[in-house]
């Protein structure tokens, strides 16, 4: 079956309520997935390893004159999977060829004409991209590079990448800010010398666990009502009975409550005073059903009511916009599409 990629588009105000009488599509010239997302001087970026229209520049592209635009000269080949504004620039990151070079890169930087690598390629791919401390991290597949090992978590001196924290022993797959502290998440049991339970906190030098953290492989983390959010594979968080989701104050984690999904959580991000979950669920609990997207406001779960949305994957918020990357069920075989739902 083909794959079958969406972005959708949801335009969020604080006092309407989000509804699907109003669904534009924006399907402009992409073909293949998306995997990312990122505003950017004021504008959308899409990254994945998509298409655009038989243009040469593959995997980047710009939302501008209502239509998705090449960015540069993009990637010939390969993946962009993440995305992260350092120091006014932007960041891309995956395993990719750069336009007019035979290297694999693994993270590139935008200098507003021409992307450029950013010290030597990893091995495996890079998934995500953070900034703590002044400094870019990037986690994923990888253990090293040409130059030294990198273990899962390497930080960006300026000139080269370097092991962060003396690294994980399994796969990174997500970064957060939180409490002055970077947490990591994945599918590692070790950071650096600490046993942990796929996730950890660093404060810069140190890796810590989260209490009895939780007993599955950690896809996503977000900062809503001055918690961190944990979503991915997993029932138990600490001593609670929480599956897929948990949220954490800094010592002790919490169930959060009202949310009975029967399939996986995706990513999350927030915009505003509301959570947004994406996956591949289609119930928010025995009653209510769902289509991959669902928002919360801290004491209640909502559906957002869109075209079939499923196995949604990525989720990225501004104050008054959702965007979202996913499939849709409707139909066997059918080509990308961009939605913008607007209350």
Same mark, same amino acid.
């Given at each position: 079956m083909a794959k079958k990629i969406y972005l959708a588009l949801i335009s969020v105000m604080m006092f309407f309520q989000i509804n699907a009488g109003n669904v534009n599509d924006?399907?402009?010239?992409?073909?293949?997935?998306?995997?990312?997302?990122?505003?950017?001087?004021?504008?959308?970026?899409?990254?994945?390893?998509?298409?655009?229209?038989?243009?040469?520049?593959?995997?980047?592209?710009?939302?501008?004159?209502?239509?998705?635009?090449?960015?540069?000269?993009?990637?010939?080949?390969?993946?962009?999977?993440?995305?992260?504004?350092?120091?006014g620039k932007l960041y891309a990151g995956g395993s990719f060829k750069l336009a007019h070079s035979r290297e694999i890169a693994s993270v590139a930087c935008w200098d507003g004409k021409k992307w450029k690598p950013v010290g030597k390629a990893f091995n495996k791919m890079v998934w995500t991209l953070g900034v703590f401390n002044n400094q870019l991290f990037a986690g994923g597949y990888f253990t090293q590079n040409a130059e030294n090992s990198t273990k899962y978590l390497a930080k960006w001196n300026g000139k080269d990448w370097t092991e962060a924290g003396g690294g994980m022993n399994k796969h990174v797959f997500t970064l957060k800010v939180y409490n002055n502290e970077l947490y990591v998440g994945g599918a590692f049991t070790k950071a650096g010398e600490a046993d942990v339970k796929y996730l950890a906190k660093w404060n810069g030098s140190d890796f810590q666990a989260c209490e009895k953290g939780v007993d599955g492989m950690v896809k996503s983390l977000a900062v809503f009502k001055e918690q961190?959010?944990?979503?991915?594979?997993?029932?138990?968080?600490?001593?609670?009975?929480?599956?897929?989701?948990? $949220?954490? +104050? &800094?010592?002790?984690?919490?169930?959060?409550?009202?949310?009975? %999904?029967?399939?996986?959580? #995706? @990513?999350?991000?927030?915009?505003?005073?509301?959570?947004?979950?994406?996956?591949?669920?289609?119930?928010?609990?025995?009653?209510?059903?769902?289509?991959?997207?669902?928002?919360?406001?801290?004491?209640?779960?909502?559906?957002?009511?869109?075209? $079939?949305? +499923? &196995?949604?994957?990525?989720?990225?918020?501004?104050?008054?916009? %959702?965007?979202?990357?996913? #499939? @849709?069920?409707?139909?066997?075989?059918?080509?990308?599409?961009?939605?913008?739902?607007?209350?």
């Open positions: 924006l399907t402009h010239d992409l073909d293949g997935a998306v995997n990312c997302f990122i505003e950017y001087n004021g504008k959308i970026y899409a990254g994945g390893s998509f298409e655009i229209n038989g243009k040469l520049g593959k995997g980047i592209a710009l939302w501008e004159n209502k239509k998705w635009n090449c960015v540069g000269d993009g990637i010939t080949e390969g993946n962009i999977q993440c995305f992260a504004e350092f120091n961190l959010y944990v979503s991915g594979y997993f029932t138990h968080a600490g001593d609670s009975v929480s599956v897929c989701i948990a $949220s954490w +104050n &800094g010592e002790k984690w919490s169930a959060v409550e009202g949310l009975d %999904i029967d399939n996986y959580i #995706s @990513d999350m991000a927030v915009a505003g005073d509301r959570l947004f979950i994406v996956g591949n669920f289609e119930h928010l609990s025995k009653l209510k059903r769902s289509n991959g997207i669902a928002e919360f406001n801290g004491n209640k779960w909502t559906n957002i009511p869109t075209k $079939s949305v +499923n &196995g949604a994957t990525s989720v990225y918020c501004l104050p008054n916009a %959702i965007y979202v990357s996913g #499939s @849709d069920s409707d139909r066997e075989i059918m080509k990308p599409k961009v939605l913008r739902i607007t209350n």
